[in-house]
């Protein structure tokens, strides 16, 4: 079964939208591929399919009575451009798996799978579309936002085939237990303490916002320094601001990721400059204190050189407790499989945080061997998966007792 769940997410990797990388957008081309392979296997396991208005891949597996209440696991199978195998879909092939492992047996409770839409924010610069779904957040402003090619969010769903009238459907409804999410680390410290698996307790809040710095382009060589002002120099002193920041706040990250210098010609001072800012901390408090300083330092950054400067808020999502019932019960089945109980607060969103808002949510790290993730080399151990499948086998009977 092992070998199967890596099989899968590497055979899943070549449902590309490039030849030669593995990017996967909000419902671009591939998603159907990716239906394909996974609604087949589950009606294999006899759980009926369905994709929803959001364009969310689920399937359920029924309980021993009819309406039982619900059991959720799932992650998404979008993925950021040139990303590894297994960032998102590998919570999905393990949920399949654990059906699988079940070999018909029923519990008390029914077990919904889902394979989320998105979750990366990659084509619509906001992310989060599969889950927000189910949370019932789905709202007109996020279906109306574009992508570079102007497209929205509800003709992207129009044009795969469904229908975002119908997005309140895909609400999550009746009885749910919670919501169990596998995921690899995507950072060093399981590997560094050699553990297969952890419990994750909580999830760091995260803030992106859009910087537009204004100035005023020139020529590079008949305009004094004196007497530029060059967006790109007042962005430069923003960055390292945000880095000095960063590192002075224990817990604190902080990425400026992403760059745009117009006209973007190497003899003409660059008179705009686009770019992005995702700061992040467990405490709210903390994270947002953090993101005023800096944008205290882009404007600081902007008066010395005559410069404009503006931004826009693209997420604003508070840090996440897991639910304390249900976490406990997964470190039960972790040390009921033989391994230590390593907690930790996950750095990285998911979309365990959007479902929290409406159900319980818990979720289980495995190792992420080197600490690699968004990146080609991603990878994971055999017998990390198997640790996971043990681990979600003995929280289902947890669950069922």
């Known amino acids: 079964m092992t070998a199967d769940v890596i099989g899968c997410c590497r055979e899943i990797a070549f449902m590309s939208e490039s030849a030669d990388s593995i990017t996967r957008t909000f419902l671009s081309p591939p998603m159907r591929e990716v239906h394909r392979k996974l609604g087949e296997w589950m009606e294999r396991l006899a759980m009926p399919v369905e994709v929803d208005a959001a364009g969310n891949l689920r399937g359920i597996y029924a309980g021993r009575q009819p309406n039982a209440p619900r059991l ?6 979008d993925t950021v451009p040139a990303a590894g195998a297994y960032d998102g879909v590998l919570g999905v092939v393990l949920a399949l798996a654990l059906v699988e492992e079940l070999h018909g047996r029923r519990f008390a409770f029914g077990i919904e799978v889902v394979a989320f839409s998105e979750e990366e924010g990659v084509r619509f610069g906001v992310p989060f579309i599969g889950s927000r779904a189910l949370a019932g957040t789905l709202d007109a402003d996020l279906l109306s936002r574009r992508d570079v090619n102007g497209c929205t969010v509800a ?70 320094m004196r007497l530029r002002r060059d967006a790109l120099a007042g962005a430069s002193e923003w960055v390292s601001a945000v880095e000095r920041l960063a590192l002075a706040t224990p817990g604190l990250v902080a990425t400026v ?33 953090a993101l005023e300083e800096m944008t205290r330092e882009a404007e600081s950054s902007a008066r010395k050189r005559s410069l404009t400067v503006n931004w826009d808020i693209r997420m604003d999502q508070s840090a996440v407790v897991c639910d304390q019932a249900l976490t406990t019960q997964l470190a039960r089945a972790v040390e009921k499989q033989g391994h230590h109980v ?25 190792r992420s061997p080197g600490g690699i993730s968004h990146h080609p080399d991603e990878s994971v151990r055999q017998e990390d998966v198997e640790a996971a499948l043990g681990v979600g086998l003995a929280f289902l009977e947890e669950l069922g007792k």
């Open 342 to 366: 390593h907690r930790m607060v996950s750095g990285a969103g998911h979309d365990a945080m959007v479902l929290a808002r409406k159900i319980p949510v818990t979720m289980l790290f495995l």
């Open 155 to 224: 003709e992207a769903i129009r044009a795969f085939g469904l229908d975002p009238a119908n997005a309140p459907d895909a609400e999550l409804r009746g009885d749910i237990l919670g919501y169990l999410e596998f995921h690899i680390e995507q950072g060093p410290e399981l590997e560094s303490l050699d553990l297969p698996v952890a419990v994750v307790e909580a999830i760091a809040g995260q803030s992106r916002l859009d910087f537009h710095f204004h100035g005023q382009s020139g020529h590079a060589g008949t305009t004094p």
């Open 257 to 289: 990721g992403r760059i745009e210098a117009r006209p973007g010609a190497g003899n003409v001072i660059a008179g705009e400059v686009r770019a992005s800012l995702d700061v992040r901390h467990a405490n709210d408090q903390i994270r947002r204190r």
């Open 72 to 77: 959720v696991i799932g992650s998404h199978v």
